[in-house]
T-cell receptor, first 114, second 115 residues
């Protein structure tokens, strides 16, 4: 069974700083997808970024980028120039092409301080 | 706005009761997923439907059932409710089923409180 582990329950940084959230996963599959979802206080789950395992290039979306290390089964999220609106729970998630279900980590509560 | 609509947003009920949560997926999305988010269990996958048929099952209790109707909306039925069923229940939809992973679009969730 696939598992996703986020080892940092909480993190806190100052506005404009860069922060990196960690995620590791365990799978025997070769083809899969990895995601970071954000859950602000409004509760809505919002996709931040996704990475296909067959792509070697790390995904980037504006201030958000990932460091995908397939051999190490690591998928960290870097937020540059952090903003107050980035305050949220961040979930790392995994999906195989066959299973079609997202497996989530336990989440990291990120607080951006003014 | 994700385009996924869930009702009700909040629900308070008593142990032993039965409730129905409703989800309308994004226009054109054939897959519907149900997730349970509780404080101690995190986000748990319950079940997936694709175009009216059950496609994947996760940690869904026997007291829970779901279905997807011809108009593609879905309902999650929770019966013989226990205190531990109190949670946020999310519905998500996507356009694809097998062979490729599509982005899941989540609704705002239904907060169930069992007293």
């Amino acid at each position: 069974a696939q598992t996703v582990t986020q080892s940092q329950p909480e993190m806190s940084v100052q506005e404009a700083e860069t922060v990196t959230l960690s995620c590791t996963y365990d799978t025997s599959e070769n083809n899969y997808y990895l995601f970071w979802y954000k859950q602000p206080p409004s509760r809505q789950m919002i996709l931040v970024i996704r990475q296909e395992a067959y792509k070697q290039q790390n995904a980037t979306e504006n201030r958000f980028s990932v460091n995908f290390q397939k051999a190490a089964k690591s998928f960290s999220l870097k937020i540059s120039d952090s903003q107050l609106g980035d305050t949220a729970m961040y979930f790392c998630a995994f999906m195989t092409t066959g299973a079609q279900k997202l497996v989530f980590g336990q989440g990291t509560r990120l607080t951006i301080n003014p | 706005d994700s385009g996924v609509t869930q009702t009700p947003k909040h629900l308070i009920t008593a142990t032993g009761q039965r409730v129905t949560l409703r989800c309308s997926p994004r226009s054109g999305d054939l897959s519907v997923y149900w997730y349970q988010q509780s404080l101690d269990q995190g986000l748990q996958f319950l079940i997936q439907y694709y175009n009216g048929e059950e496609r994947a099952k996760g940690n869904i209790l026997e007291r829970f059932s779901a279905q997807q109707f011809p108009d593609l909306h879905s309902e999650l039925n929770l019966s013989s409710l226990e205190l531990g069923d109190s949670a946020l229940y999310f519905c998500a939809s996507s356009v694809v089923s097998r062979g490729q992973a599509g982005e899941l679009f989540f609704g705002e969730g239904s907060r169930l409180t069992v007293l």
